[in-house]
């Protein structure tokens, strides 16, 4: 990571699946004695430079989520499918930002419009506060039929958040070239700020800068971010 903190990066991006379905992969106390001091020593570093730390790990990790939070993660993505969305609000729920994937294995791809909406529904009501920490988040796979598609960009919108439009791609506080403003969302109350897109794959990346609950659609197979 070294290279790009000195360059000034936001954040860092680290991600180990350390649930399967429905249990940990490791025992705990193995977990806490081996990996768990080498992350704490990772985040202080990624901390260090003045950058923030998003984890991703898929499958059933409740048993691991106060400790990824003690040792600095800042960010949080979870399936939380494989988990109960009560244990997940008592364990995480404003104690760290959670990008919540709302259900890549059955809602998204096998379920109806109705089943998405709720589904959204459940997890922003258990899991997002009025201050902000948490970020929509679905992948779109090519099983995905697009009315579902609509239906979860539909429910994002009307339950908070904001989606930034192609253009809106430049950091005005440190490109002296851009002339998109700040956007402010008045439904919650916080500020979203645009960060600079990149090619990939002749696509463009619309990533934010999330201080409010944002939708965010991850579709691999098509090249689109």
Request: hydrophobic share 35%; glycine share 8%; net charge negative.
């Given at each position: 990571?070294?290279?790009?903190?000195?360059?000034?990066?936001?954040?860092?991006?680290?991600?180990?699946?350390?649930?399967?379905?429905?249990?940990?992969?490791?025992?705990?106390?193995?977990?806490?004695r081996v990996?768990?001091?080498?992350?704490?020593?990772?985040?202080?570093?990624?901390?260090?430079?003045?950058?923030?730390?998003?984890?991703?790990?898929?499958?059933?990790?409740?048993?691991?989520?106060?400790?990824?939070?003690?040792?600095?993660?800042?960010?949080?993505?979870?399936?939380?499918?494989?988990?109960?969305?009560?244990?997940?609000?008592?364990?995480?729920?404003?104690?760290?930002?959670?990008?919540?994937?709302?259900?890549?294995?059955?809602?998204?791809?096998?379920?109806?419009?109705?089943?998405?909406?709720?589904?959204?529904?459940?997890?922003?009501?258990?899991?997002?506060?009025?201050?902000?920490?948490?970020?929509?988040?679905?992948?779109?796979?090519?099983?995905?039929?697009?009315?579902?598609?609509?239906?979860?960009?539909?429910?994002?919108?009307?339950?908070?958040?904001?989606?930034?439009?192609?253009?809106?791609?430049?950091?005005?506080?440190?490109?002296?070239?851009?002339?998109?403003?700040?956007?402010?969302?008045?439904?919650?109350?916080?500020r979203v700020?645009?960060?600079?897109?990149?090619?990939?794959?002749?696509?463009?990346?619309?990533?934010?800068?999330?201080?409010?609950?944002?939708?965010?659609?991850?579709?691999?197979?098509?090249?689109?971010?």
């Open positions: 990571f070294e290279p790009s903190l000195l360059a000034g990066c936001d954040g860092v991006d680290v991600g180990d699946d350390w649930g399967n379905q429905a249990q940990l992969r490791i025992r705990p106390e193995i977990w806490r990996f768990k001091p080498r992350y704490r020593e990772l985040f202080q570093f990624v901390h260090q430079h003045g950058a923030h730390v998003r984890f991703h790990t898929c499958g059933h990790v409740l048993e691991i989520l106060p400790d990824l939070i003690e040792v600095g993660v800042d960010v949080l993505n979870i399936q939380s499918s494989c988990m109960p969305l009560d244990e997940l609000t008592r364990l995480a729920r404003g104690k760290v930002c959670l990008e919540v994937d709302i259900d890549r294995q059955y809602e998204m791809p096998h379920g109806t419009p109705a089943d998405v909406r709720r589904r959204a529904r459940e997890c922003f009501d258990a899991l997002a506060l009025p201050e902000g920490g948490f970020i929509w988040l679905t992948e779109i796979g090519p099983d995905v039929p697009l009315e579902n598609v609509e239906a979860y960009y539909q429910a994002c919108r009307e339950l908070g958040g904001y989606v930034l439009p192609p253009k809106a791609r430049c950091r005005p506080d440190s490109d002296p070239h851009c002339s998109v403003p700040e956007l402010t969302v008045p439904e919650s109350g916080c700020k645009q960060v600079r897109g990149q090619e990939t794959d002749g696509h463009e990346d619309h990533s934010l800068l999330r201080g409010a609950s944002t939708p965010e659609a991850s579709v691999s197979q098509a090249g689109v971010v």
